[in-house]
């Protein structure tokens, strides 16, 4: 079993930057992709960004030139920088590792709120 844990949300003024943490433990051997996801209110979950155990990413066209997901395979973790916020930006953000069990592992989720 895989266990993530988010840090680094908050409140933020248009254009201002964050960088959010994912911390994994437990059976970090199994994890494949890990990966952002966010879910703003009334609005379907989307997929932010993605880093492979070989460091390949993909980003969505909304975040593109603006956000930069990292991985640190050695500490288990991944972060997000996410610069030039937007308040369309706001949402909860959650890790998500696919793992070799199959069945994802999420975490509870950090609140980003950009203010226009």
């Known amino acids: 079993q895989v266990r993530l844990v988010e840090s680094g949300g908050g409140l933020v003024q248009a254009g201002g930057s964050l960088r959010l943490s994912c911390a994994a433990s437990?059976?970090?051997?199994?994890?494949?992709?890990m990966a952002w996801y966010r879910q703003a209110p009334g609005k379907q979950r989307e997929l932010v960004a993605a880093v492979t155990r070989g460091g390949s990413t993909a980003y969505a066209d909304s975040v593109k030139g603006r956000f930069t997901i990292s991985r640190d395979n050695a500490k288990d973790t991944m972060d997000l920088q996410m610069n030039s916020l937007k308040p369309e930006d706001t949402a909860v953000y959650l890790c998500n590792a696919m793992t070799t069990f199959g069945a994802p592992a999420w975490g509870q989720g950090t609140q980003v709120t950009v203010s226009s």
């Open positions: 437990g059976a970090v051997f199994s994890i494949n992709t």
